[in-house]
């Protein structure tokens, strides 16, 4: 069982830059593969950016491509998702996720994604 807990997001202008973060419990986060999805009212869950278990491969969505980064401290047990240049459509609440299937790759599938946090809310006004 892997508990995942976001914090970092808030309030701020368009323009700005916000750090997410995700902290999982448990001594095999190292195994996992991560995502970030978010869910802006009335839309459905998208994936925002995922990161494979050595941190070698990761995924942006065409949307947050170059403005986004994900990253991840195994020894921290945390996974990051850098914004920048933030933009009032970014306005959602991020969900950090977990991939338990011990493959290297940055999984965009949402079905593969075991364990979720309970989101932190993001809100980018114009």
């Known amino acids: 069982q892997v508990q995942l807990v976001e914090s970092g997001g808030g309030l701020v202008q368009a323009g700005d830059s916000l750090r997410l973060s995700c902290a999982a419990s448990?001594?095999?986060?190292?195994?996992?593969?991560m995502g970030w999805f978010r869910q802006a009212p009335g839309k459905e869950r998208e994936l925002v950016a995922s990161?494979?278990?050595?941190?070698?491969?990761?995924y942006y969505a065409d949307s947050v491509l170059g403005r986004f980064t994900i990253s991840r401290d195994n020894a921290r047990n945390t996974v990051y998702l850098q914004m920048k240049t933030l933009k009032p459509e970014d306005t959602a609440v991020y969900y950090c996720?977990?991939?338990?299937?011990?493959?290297?790759?940055?999984?965009?599938?949402?079905?593969?994604?075991?364990?979720w946090g309970q989101g932190t809310q993001v809100t980018v006004s114009s």
């Open positions: 996720a977990a991939d338990q299937r011990l493959s290297d790759t940055a999984s965009t599938d949402r079905r593969n994604y075991d364990y």
């Open positions: 448990g001594r095999t986060f190292r195994s996992y593969a």
């Open positions: 990161i494979s278990f050595s941190g070698r491969t990761t």
